[in-house]
């Protein structure tokens, strides 16, 4: 066993399981809509193993001027909109959250590299408890809208003309 195996073993003993080894994230990508776009989002299933309720409150990268986390929702004609949430995201104890197509996701707004299918974004998940967790998300420009969100907004929305241009991207 090494010196640093020994620390963890006993960092694993003397302490309760730390609120960063709780969350985990899992089935990450990201996509813009055209290979011009200038903005692009994330979508990844965020679960809390832990016993207690966290918080996504924020998240950050490198390649855009700014990320946010955003959701959509349907104004008074029903046209979807999407909208910045600054106080995040609950993720339940026990539980986990999606940031899906047509849901909430991570929104990159002026992006300052063009995304290509199979390119990686590193990107930090800031949590409440957790702290930040970096991740590195692959472009995948292939995925398929699967989710129930996505088809019902693909329904309501009817074109994209909704959006407004600079918060433009595909679900
Ligand atoms: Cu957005």
Redesign the pocket.
Known sequence: MTFTQSLLCAGAIAFALPAWAEISVSDAYARVSTAMSTSG?AFLAIHNSGPEEDRLIDVKSAIAART?L?THKADANGMMQ?LHVPEGFPIPAGGLHLLERGGD?V?FMGLQQRLAHGDTVHLTLVFEKAGEIEIDVPVDLERGTVSVTGAQMQTMQGAPEGMAPQ?Q?QN
């Open positions: 989002a946010e955003h999407m996701h929104m918060h991207h």
